[in-house]
């Protein structure tokens, strides 16, 4: 499967962007998602990921409730919409896809196996 982050930007404070992780060569509809991201001089972190269906997706517990990870597998598309927007918030963001055909759960661990490129996303006044 091949991966495309799309959607990075400059905003401001407060501000909402989403991004889009489209795939191609397989379908995502057996592959968990997650999405990370890079801050400058700061190591990738997973921030969210998303199993089989909406309701499996998990965040890491600093966001606070302003990102929201949702998938359209007739698109084979995962979004990531992210609102209230900090600076803190400025890195490089990356999808990257499990291929987890038995489980509908996706894992926070740093365990996937196709990346796409990144996005930037840069939060500043």
């Known amino acids: 499967v091949q991966l495309q982050a799309s959607g990075g930007g400059s905003v401001q404070p407060g501000g909402s962007l989403r991004l889009s992780c489209a795939a191609s060569?397989?379908?995502?509809?057996?592959?968990?998602i997650g999405w990370f991201r890079q801050a400058p001089g700061k190591e990738r972190e997973i921030i969210s990921c998303?199993?089989?269906?909406?309701?499996?997706?998990q965040y890491i517990d600093s966001l606070e409730g302003r990102f929201t990870t949702s998938r359209n597998n007739d698109e084979n598309t995962v979004y990531l919409q992210m609102s209230s927007l900090k600076p803190e918030d400025t890195a490089v963001y990356y999808c990257?896809?499990?291929?987890?055909?038995?489980?509908?759960?996706?894992?926070?661990?740093?365990?996937?196996?196709?990346w796409g490129q990144g996005t930037l996303v840069t939060v500043s006044s």
């Open positions: 998303i199993g089989r269906t909406d309701s499996t997706s």
């Open positions: 060569g397989s379908t995502l509809n057996t592959y968990a």
């Open positions: 990257a896809a499990e291929h987890r055909p038995g489980s509908w759960w996706c894992s926070m661990r740093d365990e996937y196996d196709y």
